[in-house]
């Protein structure tokens, strides 16, 4: 059981960093083209969302990198465990 929590807490990191990442490159490329088109304000507001988007994207991602590599820690613990009984 603890396999699948893992497991499914590791790809909806993945998923939430994937998606915080692809919004922080629309809205940053959204706010740069507005920027130079249109009214300055509303580009300024999307390269702030976007900035907002790409600190959580780093921040999840760090969570993400920090639970697989409490994974792979623990899965060699058990190996180590196996191999010291036997």
Do not use: F, N
């Amino acid at each position: 059981m603890a396999a699948v929590r893992t497991s499914v807490s590791l790809t909806w990191r993945a998923l939430v960093t994937a998606t915080c990442a692809a919004a922080a490159a629309v809205l940053a490329a959204a706010g740069v083209t507005i920027i130079v088109l249109s009214p300055r304000w509303l580009g300024a507001i999307l390269l702030a969302v976007g900035i907002a988007a790409a600190v959580a994207a780093v921040y999840e991602g760090r969570l993400l990198y920090l639970a697989l590599r409490t994974r792979s820690r623990r899965r060699r613990d058990e190996r180590l465990r196996k191999t010291a009984a036997s």
